[in-house]
């Protein structure tokens, strides 16, 4: 059974930084390309970030180019979004998501994490 469980969110400042982890388990993560998600309030889940198998493939949403940085490591079954200069409008709940390589939808997903930012 594959589990995803986010780790790393909670209250800062704008002009801060988190780092969200993912732990992924139940699956062979380097055949996984994984993605991070976010939902703010009120608004419909949206597309942040994904990383290829091999972390040589990286698409951003326009919002966070330049500031949110996704990596994964392999050997720990573990995706990250370390996350830079933050915006009130950051804040939401950060999902991560896998699907597993030749699918086009995320299958798998989180609980999700939540990001809040003040100003």
């Known amino acids: 059974q594959v589990q995803l469980v986010e780790s790393g969110g909670g209250l800062v400042q704008a002009g801060g930084s988190l780092r969200l982890s993912c732990a992924a388990s139940?699956?062979?993560?380097?055949?996984?390309?994984m993605g991070w998600f976010r939902q703010p309030p009120g608004k419909e889940r949206e597309f942040v970030a994904a990383i290829s198998r091999s972390g040589n493939v990286t698409p951003y949403a326009d919002s966070v180019k330049g500031r949110f940085t996704i990596s994964r490591d392999n050997a720990k079954n573990t995706v990250y979004l370390q996350m830079n200069s933050l915006k009130p409008e950051d804040t939401a709940v950060y999902f991560c998501?896998?699907?597993?390589?030749?699918?086009?939808?995320?299958?798998?997903w989180g609980q999700g994490t939540q990001v809040t930012v003040s100003s």
């Open positions: 139940g699956l062979t993560f380097s055949n996984y390309d």
């Open positions: 998501a896998a699907r597993v390589v030749g699918i086009n939808q995320y299958h798998n």
